[in-house]
């Protein structure tokens, strides 16, 4: 079974920055498995559905949806099955909950408990 653990959420004002972690682990993700696997952060503002946010592919080939692309950056540590997200220039509608889990995830797959983030003045 996969497990995901993100953190690094939190409250802060608009203009403000993040960094956001999420830890992979599992069988699929065993015996140095996880650079195999394009990795993506979503997110789920209320009452909303869940978004792609960004993909980085294993090689580290990143993608960005357009409402975040030049203020948000994925990065990894192959290493240590880590996928980051840098978060600046923040403002209230990136407010919501921030998971990481497989590049094409769908309901029906494992998803972990998410990362609050609260923007606001």
């Known amino acids: 079974q996969v497990q995901f653990v993100e953190s690094g959420g939190g409250w802060v004002q608009p203009g403000g920055s993040l960094k956001l972690s999420c830890v992979a682990s599992?069988?699929?993700?065993?015996?140095?498995?996880?650079?195999?696997?394009?990795m993506a952060w979503y997110r789920q503002a209320p009452g909303k559905e869940r978004d792609l946010v960004a993909i980085?592919?294993?090689?580290?080939?990143?993608t960005y949806a357009y409402f975040v692309k030049g203020r948000f950056t994925v990065s990894r540590t192959n290493a240590e099955n880590t996928v980051y997200l840098q978060m600046n220039s923040l403002n209230p509608e990136d407010t919501g909950v921030y998971y990481c889990?497989?590049?094409?995830?769908?309901?029906?797959?494992?998803w972990g408990q998410g990362t609050q983030v609260t923007v606001s003045s």
């Open positions: 980085i592919t294993g090689d580290g080939n990143t």
């Open positions: 599992g069988l699929r993700f065993s015996q140095n498995l996880f650079s195999l696997h394009t």
């Open positions: 889990n497989r590049a094409g995830a769908t309901q029906d797959d494992y």
